[in-house]
């Protein structure tokens, strides 16, 4: 009887269509996303009976929740601090299930296309603050 050992390596790509340049894309920021102000299905997937790990969608933009210093779904109406636009989640970010606290990086100024971010984004909300993202809209 031989053993033969086999291993299987797969590669995924970020869908990157919401970003209109490579400008800001050699420094993001990593923060760290809350995964329970997310929604299923808009912001992140989650993995299937062959793929065990899920995905935050890489262009979802991002508030900074001030209580806890953690990240959620950027929201105009909210009153928490995600109401600030902070960036877009550069690259898609990997969580296991369970997992609430999810490690990313940040674009946080450059160039994005408002109509591919995921989940849409009203750039006619956008109120202009300090520490808000430098963005370009087109």
Known sequence: MSIQPVSHSEYVAAGR???ASL???DQTDT?????NLFS??????????CEPYGRVLSGVPVGKVAESGL????DPEAHCGRQVLRGFVFAEAPFAPGQTRVPAAMLWHGAVKASKVPGGLDVS???WHPRAALVRFV
Do not use: R
Not at 31 to 35: F, Q
Not at 40 to 49: A, D, L, N, P, S
Not at 71 to 74: M, V
């Open 125 to 127: 909300q956008l109120q």
């Open 17 to 19: 269509e919401w970003l």
């Open 31 to 35: 923060v760290t996303l809350d995964l």
């Open 40 to 49: 299923e299905g808009v912001h992140y997937h989650c993995g299937g009976e």
């Open 23 to 25: 400008h800001g894309t």
């Open 71 to 74: 990240y959620g779904p950027y």
